[in-house]
């Protein structure tokens, strides 16, 4: 039985005001946050992916990178976007 899981947006723009101002940061983010919420017991880890944007295009090189830094959790796609 799954008992907690999360869906990443993975949004990012080059603005000052933002966290993440690089396609390359929005990747590691979403690796980094896989890896901790595995520690921290979550089961399951979904990436939203964004057709014909800057951000998260390919789920696949992400869902890869995330599965070797991982062991336990569930990773997939929360929504796939077919504009």
């Known amino acids: 039985m ?5 869906l990443s947006f993975g949004h990012w ?6 966290g993440t101002q690089s396609a390359k940061e929005a990747l590691q983010q979403s690796v ?15 990436y939203r ?15 890869a ?3 070797a830094r991982t062991e336990r959790i569930e990773l997939g796609t929360g929504v796939i976007d077919m504009r």
Do not use: I, N, Y
């Not at 992916?49 to 869902?63: D, G």
């Open 32 to 46: 980094e946050l896989a890896v901790a919420a595995e520690e921290l017991g979550v089961d399951q880890a979904a």
């Open 13 to 18: 723009t080059p603005s000052p005001h933002s």
């Open 49 to 63: 992916v964004h057709h014909f944007a800057r951000q998260l295009a390919s789920p696949f090189p992400l869902l």
């Open 2 to 6: 799954k008992t907690l899981g999360f």
């Open 65 to 67: 990178a995330a599965g």
